[in-house]
Each structure stands twice: as structure tokens, then as C-alpha cells.
Nanobody, 119 residues
Framework: QVQLVESGGGLVQPGGSLRLSCAVSGSILSIYTMGWYRQAPGKQRELVAS???????NYADSVKGRFTISRDDVKNTLYLQMNSLKPEDTAVYYC?????????????WGRGTQVTVSS
């Protein structure tokens, strides 16, 4: 069973920074596409950023230039560096691991970590 555990969330003022971490069981970062999603109250879950095993990154337009996704295959950890935070970034952030095996989509989720941006 793939297990993902997020940490690093908290309360921060607008313009501040946070770094989220996702501890991943096993050495799966090299074969899974990893992503950060977020879900705000009353809104659907959205993709924030993703990174492939080949270190190809993708970002939502709303976070480009502010957030950076990275992975450490030695520590089996995924990161999301969030700078210049805005109140609209407030959400529960979820770590995701995804791959396709034998034509079937596989996806694993962490339990989430709360990020609140408020003055």
C-alpha cells in the first residue's frame, strides 16, 4: 500500500511563504507522477502542480511564478514551496501519486494539510 503523509501546513499572512512536504512510502517517486492538489471550502479539488519521474513540471496558472514543486528521491519526499501567498490559496492541500499500470489508472492520496492565508 502506497502511503502519503503531508506536513508543513499552517497559518500564514498574505505575502508569506510555506513549504509543504509529502513523505512517500517506498521508493516510488521515480515511477509515479506526483502532484499537489488543493480544495477550498465550497470548491472542487484542483491540481496545483505536478512533477513526473523525469522532472517535468506543470503548474496551474494561478500559482505560476509563486509555487515550486520538487522531489527528493533519496528522502522519498515531495515538496511544494509556496511564496507570495494569497488569501485565495487557502485550502486543504493534498499529495497525490499517480500512474497507469496495464491500462488502469492508479492514484493514491494523502489525508491533506491545511493552509490558511489570512491577516
Amino acid at each position: 500500500q502506497v502511503q502519503l503523509v503531508e506536513s508543513g501546513g499552517g497559518l500564514v499572512q498574505p505575502g508569506g511563504s510555506l513549504r509543504l512536504s509529502c513523505a512517500v512510502s517506498g521508493s516510488i517517486l521515480s515511477i509515479y507522477t506526483m502532484g499537489w492538489y488543493r480544495q477550498a471550502p465550497g470548491k472542487q479539488r484542483e491540481l496545483v502542480a505536478s512533477i513526473t519521474s523525469g522532472d517535468i513540471t506543470n503548474y496551474a496558472d494561478s500559482v505560476k511564478g509563486r509555487f515550486t514543486i520538487s522531489r527528493d528521491d533519496v528522502k522519498n519526499t515531495l515538496y511544494l514551496q509556496m511564496n507570495s501567498l494569497k488569501p485565495e490559496d487557502t485550502a486543504v492541500y493534498y499529495c497525490n501519486a499517480a500512474r497507469t499500470r496495464w491500462g488502469l489508472p492508479l492514484s493514491y492520496w494523502g489525508r491533506g494539510t491545511q493552509v490558511t492565508v489570512s491577516s
